[in-house]
Structures are given as structure tokens and as C-alpha cells.
């Protein structure tokens, strides 16, 4: 069975850093990218991030270019996302997810969007 875990959510001031992991299992993520949305209260799902397992090419949404990076490690089969220059606009409920479509996936991303596989989301709150 495939598991997506999130973990390094939590409170954060802003202007601070949080580092989210993605911990993969039950499969080799072979030909898939993997990579993050989020979700703030009474908000439409955000693409944030994505990465391809294979080779490392990056994508990122225009509201957290240059803050935030993804990056992953095949042999653990971790995702990660490092935030840095966090504000108020960026708490939400963070999810990982891996998809073979996902860079199609991120320009459409509504709540009712499924992928192949996603974790059940890490809570990050920035105060201001």
C-alpha cells in the first residue's frame, strides 16, 4: 500500500522558516513528479511546488518563487519543502502529493482535483 506522510508543520513567526518532509512508501515513484499544494481556510487548493523523481527539474508557483525550495532525496524517497520568508499568506494546510500529470494538474487545481497518491496535509501557521 502507497503512504505519502508530511511532517515539520507548525507555528512559525513571521519572516521565519519551517522545513516540510514528505516521506514516501509502497512504491518507487519512477516517471512521477511529487510535489506540494496547500490549502488556507475558505480558499481554492494552490499549487506550490513540484519536482520530477527522475532528473530534478523544479516548479514553482509565482507567490513563493525565491522562498521557498523543493528537493528531494530518491534513496529515502523523501520530498522536501524548505520555506523560508514565511508570512501570514502562507498558513495553510500543506499536502504532498505525486502525480504522473501533475504539471498539468497545477495549472487547474480546484478542491475536487484528485491525484494518483497524496498525504493527508501538515498544518503550517505563521503569525504575524
Known amino acids: 500500500q502507497v503512504h505519502l506522510v508530511e511532517s515539520g508543520g507548525g507555528l512559525v513567526q513571521a519572516g521565519g522558516s519551517l522545513r516540510l518532509s514528505c516521506a514516501a512508501s509502497g512504491r518507487t515513484f519512477t516517471n512521477y513528479y511529487l510535489g506540494w499544494f496547500r490549502q488556507a481556510p475558505g480558499k481554492e487548493r494552490e499549487f506550490v511546488a513540484a519536482i520530477k523523481r527522475s532528473g530534478g527539474s523544479t516548479y514553482y508557483a509565482d507567490s513563493v518563487k525565491g522562498r521557498f525550495t523543493i528537493s528531494r532525496d530518491n534513496a529515502k524517497n523523501t520530498v522536501y519543502l524548505q520555506m523560508t520568508g514565511l508570512s501570514s499568506e502562507d498558513t495553510a494546510v500543506y499536502y504532498c502529493?505525486?502525480?504522473?500529470?501533475?504539471?498539468?494538474?497545477?495549472?487547474?487545481?480546484?478542491?475536487?482535483?484528485?491525484?494518483?497518491?497524496r498525504g493527508q496535509g501538515t498544518q503550517v501557521t505563521v503569525s504575524s
Open positions: 502529493a505525486a502525480d504522473r500529470d501533475f504539471l498539468s494538474k497545477r495549472l487547474r487545481l480546484t478542491s475536487h482535483t484528485t491525484f494518483d497518491y
